[in-house]
C-alpha cells in the first residue's frame, strides 16, 4: 500500500497544486468582479451614513443613463428624487448594490434603468431577462410591495447593430412586467426612435451611446406618468 502512495506521489503533488491553483484564481476572480464597483458602492454607502435617505423618496438605480442625469431632480421637481446611477454598471452590479446597501423601507418607489451594457458585453435576450429577473426578485423579497418601474433599453446609434437584441430583450422583460403587480415597463425605446425605426441621432452625444438633453427631456416625459406622488 504505501509502496504505491509512494510511486504515486508526483501526481498526487500536482493534482494537488492544481486544485490549490485554481481555488485562488476562482477566489482572485470573485473578488474582482466584486471590486469593480465596490468603491462606488461604498461611497453610496458613506453617503448614506452621513445624510440618511429622505422617506418617500424615488430611488433611481442603472447604468451611466442615469449618472448623467444630473438635473434630474431638477426635472422632476414635486418628487423626492435620489439618484443612484453608476457608469457602465451591468445587472449583475445593480444586483449587487441593492445586495450590499440598506435603504429607506419607506421608499415611494424604485426606478432601474439597466441591461444595455450587458448586451454590449455579449449578452444574449435571455441571459438579459435572467439577470433583470434576479434583480427585480431581490428587490421583491425586501419590498414585496414597492412600486417598480423599469425603462426599456434604449436603441443608441452608436451600437445599432444590437438594436435587434434591444428588442428583444425589451420584449422579455415587458412581457414579465405586465403580470406583476405594482410594477410598471417605461417605453423609451419607442420614444427614442424615429418613424424608420432608427434612432434619433441627435439626442445622442458624440459617442453616440449616451444622451444630451434633449434624449433626457424625452425621457422625462415618458417616465413621468409613471412616477408616484
Known amino acids: 500500500m504505501f509502496k504505491n502512495i509512494k510511486s ?38 458613506k453617503q448614506d451614513s452621513l445624510q440618511a ?5 424615488i430611488l433611481f438605480v442603472g447604468s451611466s443613463s442615469f449618472t448623467n442625469w444630473h438635473n434630474v431632480q431638477q426635472m422632476f421637481p414635486d418628487y423626492i428624487i435620489v439618484n443612484r446611477g453608476f457608469g457602465g454598471s451591468q445587472l449583475p452590479d445593480v444586483k449587487q448594490y441593492f445586495e450590499q446597501t440598506v435603504y429607506p423601507k419607506k421608499l415611494k418607489q424604485i426606478v432601474l434603468y439597466a441591461g444595455d451594457n450587458d448586451i454590449a458585453a455579449g449578452a444574449k435576450p435571455e441571459e438579459v431577462f435572467d439577470r433583470f ?6 428587490i421583491r423579497k425586501d419590498q414585496p410591495t414597492l412600486p417598480i418601474a423599469y425603462l426599456s433599453i434604449k436603441g443608441c446609434p452608436g451600437r445599432a447593430r444590437s438594436i435587434r437584441t434591444v428588442q428583444e430583450t425589451n420584449a422579455l422583460i415587458k412581457a414579465f412586467l405586465v403580470k406583476e403587480k405594482n410594477a410598471a415597463y417605461v417605453d423609451v425605446y419607442t420614444a427614442t426612435m424615429d418613424s424608420e425605426g432608427q434612432p434619433l441621432k441627435q439626442i445622442y452625444v458624440e459617442d453616440g451611446v449616451h444622451m444630451n438633453q ?3 427631456d424625452i425621457w422625462a416625459r415618458v417616465l413621468k406618468p409613471y412616477l408616484k406622488k
Do not use: M
Open 53 to 57: 435617505l429622505p422617506q418617500n423618496a
Open 8 to 45: 504515486n506521489t508526483p501526481a498526487l503533488f500536482v493534482a494537488l497544486l492544481v486544485l490549490i491553483i485554481g481555488g485562488f484564481a476562482s477566489n482572485t476572480q470573485a473578488q474582482d468582479q466584486k471590486s469593480y464597483y465596490w468603491n462606488t458602492i461604498r461611497n453610496f454607502r
Open 133 to 138: 429577473k434576479q434583480v427585480y426578485s431581490l
Open 214 to 216: 434633449q434624449g433626457y
